[in-house]
């Protein structure tokens, strides 16, 4: 009996509407509710007063206010955190992607001395504990000149980042048909051309996946970008602890500041979403 | 797939090579250079030996880090992995509802770590957070602040929140990738919904599982921020993790020798395990396969 009613239950049978309600539909449902639940409730804070959020406890802004936010946009010492972390994390993933498309090409396609060792040894900085590198980064960026700025942090970030880049970016070639170099290099396609006009648009979805992975982990990293920076570079993140430390608790504004820095997060995914979708169902991420 | 030997290769790794020799080997030397030496100031140091690395290997504080750290990734493996997995196999296949469930996947691992912390504070605390005030009036005394126990239970509950999507969106990646053939094969073969788990899905989403386990287990060892902001390590030194530690002797106390002997181990720990993890994944399961 099960043997014709179990693999109906599997996504191919075409005679099950999606409408229909299942238990894991259920589960998946409270699933997405339970990890929406924080960020709700940091976002009605925000768009509370602090006076109001300590007096009364409400499951939604009763009189919501944008003053948080006005504050934020109108405070310079506010907003140039968003504008530092932005910058950082772009021109690290920039670099991160350079660097690691060749490298990712030459570990799918060829074998060469000591290839498989490099790339293990590549994979071992991505395990690296941040907080090692914490002294000898800053009297490293110190020497040459970088603290303090946009450069030093998203040097810093390649560390973790390029190998990670590498190791995805590497998936998803291999995931590339040989065939395709081959026909290309028969009808004449010298290699930079083949690697530009042909291989990297097929890999779009890839770089686009590894790009995502890139902006998320410096985005959100913060030990090493608040060590490496002091006032000019400085990102959100440690401005948050900063001021709030310094004007005692604010819960609305900090709920503001919050919310702020999940927009970028929230934009990159919005607008990867069909990559993400397809570059994840290619597999072997 | 066999590949055809070329060292020019070698070519296309360099950047890579330099970039990350820029910001790993250098900074990894001083490293080895502070741990073996005492310093007293810019220009006055002494050559120790292997005093710093017996003195950590013989610390009671950093042993039990070393077990707190142990405790919390383990936890951290049991839970999300099989809990992520689960997801994968209840999100929709297609239509709109696979957007809105990777969108609402990703959304968390997108916030930065500290925000991850204060997110956390502001839900808990039982004067303004949700968890925290449904809690007090359901008349269940909770505590992070002063109870190791109901500190850990907070920052468990944190940490699958954040980091569970993430194994979800892989291990559906993984599921994504099976051809529609296996499971036409399942269904003539009448296998039972575990057996098409047990012999079609979980070995197709070995690899993708092998990356969801090292991932989760370096990060969850490496874990410092979201720690830091919701308890700072305590209640007493109770969540005072390796990170957490090291920091403290490195910049709350200066200690730079002691520090730099610790971070190597540190990271030798965190690379050995790292390896096994490696070495086992791409072997459990490998005969069954045909």
Not at chain 1, 190 to 218: D, E, K, W, Y
Not at chain 1, 220 to 247: D, F, G, N, Q, Y
Request: proline share 6%; glycine share 6%; hydrophobic share 55%.
């Amino acid at each position: 009996m099960t043997a014709i009613e179990a693999p109906m239950n599997l996504s191919a049978a075409p005679r099950r509407k999606s409408l229909a309600i299942s238990p894991a539909k259920v589960a998946l449902i409270v699933y997405f509710v339970l990890l929406m639940l924080p960020i709700y409730w940091m976002l009605t804070m925000s768009l509370r007063t602090n006076a109001d959020i300590l007096t009364s406890f409400a499951f939604y802004p009763e009189r919501p206010t944008l003053g948080n936010y006005i504050k934020i946009f109108t405070d310079q010492s506010w907003y140039s955190g968003y504008i530092n972390s932005i910058i950082y994390v772009t021109l690290n993933t920039g670099v991160s992607l350079l660097v690691a498309i060749p490298a990712a090409y030459a570990f799918s396609r060829y074998r060469f001395l000591g290839d498989k060792h490099l790339f293990f040894w590549l994979l071992t900085n991505r395990m690296a504990p941040p907080a090692v590198f914490l002294l000898p980064f800053f009297q490293l960026y110190s020497t040459v000149n970088l603290i303090d700025t946009h450069i030093a942090v998203a040097l810093a970030h390649s560390l973790f980042n390029v190998p990670l880049a590498v190791w995805i970016l590497e998936g998803f070639m291999s995931g590339v048909p040989k065939e395709i170099d081959e026909t290309a290099y028969i009808d004449g396609y010298s290699f930079p051309r083949f690697f530009l006009r042909i291989f990297i648009p097929n890999i779009a979805s890839g770089i686009g996946v590894t790009a995502f992975f890139c902006f998320m982990f410096s985005w959100v990293e913060l030990l090493l970008a608040r060590t490496l920076t002091t006032t000019v570079a400085k990102p959100i993140a440690a401005v948050m602890t900063r001021t709030v430390s310094a004007t005692g608790l604010d819960w609305g504004l900090l709920a503001a500041a919050g919310v702020l820095t999940i927009v970028p997060g929230a934009l990159v995914i919005w607008f990867v979403r069909n990559y993400m979708a397809k570059g994840f169902a290619m597999g072997r991420v | 797939m066999d590949k055809p030997v070329n060292q020019k290769a070698w070519f296309m790794v360099l950047p890579v090579l330099l970039l990350v020799a820029f910001s790993a080997i250098i900074p990894l030397m001083t490293v080895v250079n502070y741990s073996v030496q005492d310093i007293f100031g810019p220009n006055e140091r002494v050559f120790v030996g292997t005093e710093w690395f017996l003195d950590v290997l013989t610390s009671q504080r950093i042993h039990d880090a070393l077990w707190r750290q142990f405790l919390f990734s383990g936890l951290v493996l049991l839970i999300e992995i099989p809990l992520g997995v689960m997801i994968a196999l209840a999100m929709p296949k297609k239509g709109w509802g696979v957007s809105v469930s990777l969108v609402l996947l990703a959304l968390p691992l997108l916030i930065p770590w500290n925000v991850i912390g204060t997110i956390w504070i502001i839900f808990t605390r039982p004067d303004i957070g949700l968890l925290g005030h449904t809690l007090q009036a359901l008349d269940i005394a909770f505590d992070h602040t002063g109870s190791p126990l109901h500190a850990w239970i907070t920052l468990m509950a944190m940490e699958v929140w954040h980091w569970t999507p993430l194994v979800a969106l892989l291990a559906y990646a993984g599921l994504k990738a099976i051809p529609d053939a296996f499971y036409q094969a399942a269904r003539i073969d009448g296998a039972s919904r575990w057996a098409v788990f047990r012999y079609v899905q979980l070995p197709k989403m070995r690899g993708v599982l092998t990356i969801a386990v090292l991932l989760r287990f370096m990060d969850s060892f490496l874990i410092y921020a979201e720690p830091f902001v919701l308890t700072g390590g305590g209640p007493g030194n109770s969540t005072t993790f390796l990170s957490i530690y090291l920091v403290k002797i490195a910049v709350g106390q200066f200690d730079l020798g002691p520090a730099a002997a610790f971070s190597i181990i540190y990271f030798l720990i965190v690379l050995l395990f790292s390896w096994l993890f490696y070495q086992v994944l791409q072997n459990v399961g490998r005969g069954e396969r045909t």
